[in-house]
């Protein structure tokens, strides 16, 4: 069975003709010269947030970090690995293999999730896949997968890691690494 979305446009989403299971929009955030966006983490097991059409004011790579206090500071200690695929609009230049520049090891820095430039067809899209953070006996382990044209390229940039704490996370925190979010959509969901 194939379902339409009545309003075409998954940046414009509010509900679904459709049952996701346990699977339920939480927030959404739109981007406008934002210098950041900013979303409360609750009780869900699971949370996974959609990247929708993000374009920066400065060339630089789209990244986020959680808080254990409420949004005061953010700086959770984490570890991370990553790979990227990529190629020319003309075919050239296939590539896939390890990412040097965008693990952290045991870093409060904030993790990327990809790199967008500032032409004005440039824009990413993808996920983060954030699980259990609300325990209290765990670390919260992540994944993510994103797509973005940079300049004349197609490139595909995968993360995977966990925060390094058995405190509950209680905020997440997405930015460009300088300058705002010019544009874009964030589409938080919770699943049990």
Not at 9 to 22: E, W
Not at 57 to 81: C, E, I, P, R
Not at 118 to 127: A, E, I, K, L, V
């Amino acid at each position: 069975m194939i379902t339409k979305l009545n309003n075409k446009a998954v940046a414009n989403v509010t509900t679904l003709p459709v049952a996701l299971g346990d699977m339920v929009l939480v927030s959404s955030a739109t981007a406008s010269s934002s210098a950041s966006i900013e979303f409360s983490l609750g009780n869900y097991k699971e949370y996974k947030f959609f990247f929708v059409n993000m374009h920066p004011a400065t060339a630089a790579h789209f990244q986020f970090q959680s808080s254990t206090d409420n949004g005061s500071s953010y700086g959770v200690t984490l570890t991370s690995t990553a790979c990227s695929s990529y190629q020319g609009e003309d075919g050239s230049n296939p590539t896939l293999g390890y990412n040097t520049g965008g693990d952290l090891a045991q870093s409060t820095s904030f993790q990327r999730l990809m790199r967008i430039t500032t032409d004005n067809d440039n824009c990413g899209s993808g996920y983060l896949h954030l699980f259990n953070p609300a325990s209290t006996t765990y670390v919260k382990h992540f994944i993510s997968s994103c797509n973005e044209l940079n300049e004349n390229y197609t490139q595909n940039e995968f993360y995977g890691g966990y925060f390094n704490t058995t405190s509950a996370l209680t905020n997440i925190k997405f930015q460009m690494a300088s300058g705002n979010i010019d544009a874009g959509k964030i589409l938080m969901f919770g699943i049990n």
